[in-house]
């Protein structure tokens, strides 16, 4: 019997397995006696894992069943329970974004989709419009929420009291002055899979649904260890692009980390806008980005601080699925050859 063509599934013949080729004609017969030793069942497992591309598989945060919401108004009741666990835990106001990741941390929410802390604010935000005093949020500072009924809002006294009664101005159109909105320091280079348009993947935060950043435009650094060696641009190609143009030209060996800086706005659903919303930039707005790339970008000793203003979130990131989805091919390659001695 022949051996297995390099990088070639098999169909196995499970009813329930979507097999994509017969590596060789041989290949039936094997898996014809691997059924009579019970492996067919856990290659075939294998395989249905192995071809799962998607983006969020394997994701801890699905795999949560605690306030799992099936309706929008089922995951509104559960992420706003969740939210008060949070706050009454605290004893004390927090910032929305902490709110967000303090939920995901302590498993109470397990529905977040791309942007955990704007769904985290805008929840808030429009419980405090709908019920005004009856609403059990109260609003402290910029971003700040607390109880009402905890002694810790109620020291904040009438400055509390006053923010609460005006308008809920949505801070989240605040992004509408941002130059970036969204940025990631010291990604790996051996968790993208490297192609024309590669996918850059992250999230807010744990549990939070993957994002890809490959069609952003904007600015970014590549570093060989913690050690800048580049900076660059870019404007009429997507940073996938221009980032995978790097793994083959002079800088190709010479760097194993990259961090990125974007300019173009994320809706709810996960997705880049097509253009920036640059139209009211300031030029303080524009010193204050400046400002916060450096810091971000450099980490000087002795800032501890992010730029002052700087609002763009943080992704972490995720690995490429696809590499995933190789590793696993090899593993049942390797799995097939190895046992085809024994069942001869």
């Not at 069609?215 to 009429?236: C, S």
């Not at 659903?269 to 707005?285: F, V």
Request: hydrophobic share 35%.
């Amino acid at each position: 019997m022949t051996g297995l063509t390099p990088g070639v599934l098999f169909r196995c013949g499970h009813s329930v397995c979507p097999g994509r080729s017969v590596a060789e004609a041989g290949l039936a017969e094997w898996g014809a006696r691997a059924r009579k030793r019970g492996i067919q069942a856990v290659l075939c497992q294998l395989q249905r894992q192995a071809l799962d591309h998607s983006p969020n598989a394997g994701n801890p945060g699905n795999l949560i069943v605690t306030n799992m919401a099936r309706t929008k108004t089922e995951k509104t009741v559960a992420l706003e329970g969740a939210i008060l666990a949070t706050l009454r835990e605290a004893k004390e106001p927090m910032h929305y974004a902490d709110v967000a990741e303090q939920i995901s941390a302590k498993a109470r929410f397990a529905n977040f989709g791309p942007k955990p802390a704007s769904e985290v604010y805008t929840l808030i935000s429009n419980n405090l419009n709908t019920k005004g005093s009856e609403s059990p949020f109260l609003k402290v500072g910029r971003g700040t929420f607390g109880l009402r009924s905890t002694s810790a809002v109620a020291g904040f006294g009438a400055n509390a009291s006053e923010i609460a009664a005006a308008p809920q101005v949505e801070e989240e159109a605040r992004e509408g002055h941002e130059i970036v909105t969204a940025f990631g320091i010291y990604w790996r280079r051996d968790l993208v899979e490297w192609q024309t348009v590669p996918r850059l993947y992250g999230r807010q935060q744990q549990g939070a649904e993957t994002v890809d950043f490959g069609g952003e435009r904007g600015v970014y650094l590549l570093y060989d260890g913690r050690e800048a060696i580049y900076a660059g641009r870019t404007t009429d190609q997507p940073l996938g692009q221009r980032l995978n143009q790097h793994t083959f030209d002079r800088m190709g060996g010479r760097w194993d980390r990259f961090s990125w800086f974007g300019i173009l706005p994320l809706t709810e659903e996960g997705k880049l806008q097509a253009e920036p919303n640059l139209s009211k930039i300031s030029a303080d707005d524009l010193i204050t980005t400046m400002e916060a790339l450096l810091i971000e970008g450099l980490e000087p000793r002795q800032n501890r601080k992010k730029g002052d203003g700087f609002t763009a979130v943080e992704y972490l990131q995720s690995e490429d699925p696809m590499l995933e989805t190789e590793r696993k091919r090899r593993t049942i390659e390797e799995m097939v050859r190895s046992l085809q001695p024994k069942l001869l």
